[in-house]
Nanobody, 127 residues
Framework: QVQPVESGGGLVQAGGSLTLSCAAS????????MGWFRQAPGKEREFVGGVSRNGGSMYYSDPVKGRFTISRDDAKNTVYLQMNSLKPEDTAVYYCAAGQSASPVRIGTMRSHYLHWGQGTQVTVSS
């Protein structure tokens, strides 16, 4: 099993960039697809994007498509979320999560698809 730990959150101006990292403990990191979710105050936690086990497939939600990029480095047991052209509506707590699948290309898009969650990191985008 893995335990994700997020880092890299902070305050950034609109139009700026920020990169979040998610380090996952455990020896089986490459058996998990990884996802990023976010939760703004008073809103449901929503899927942001994910990367498959083999790192060859990525999927993004419409609000972040073209602005956010997910990558993984299995040698470091780490997944990244590069966020560009940030908007105030991107303000949220960002969570990293791990899910398992026999398929090397599957990416979960719902909370129920993920087994292990980090504690979250706050991202605040000022206008």
């Amino acid at each position: 099993q893995v335990q994700p730990v997020e880092s890299g959150g902070g305050l950034v101006q609109a139009g700026g960039s920020l990169t979040l990292s998610c380090a996952a403990s455990g020896r089986t990191f490459n058996t998990y697809y990884m996802g990023w979710f976010r939760q703004a105050p008073g809103k449901e936690r929503e899927f942001v994007g994910g990367v498959s086990r083999n790192g060859g497939s990525m999927y993004y939600s419409d609000p972040v498509k073209g602005r956010f990029t997910i990558s993984r480095d299995d040698a470091k047991n780490t997944v990244y979320l590069q966020m560009n052209s940030l908007k105030p509506e991107d303000t949220a707590v960002y969570y990293c999560a791990a899910g398992q699948s026999a398929s090397p290309v599957r990416i979960g898009t719902m909370r129920s698809h993920y087994l292990h969650w980090g504690q979250g990191t706050q991202v605040t985008v000022s206008s």
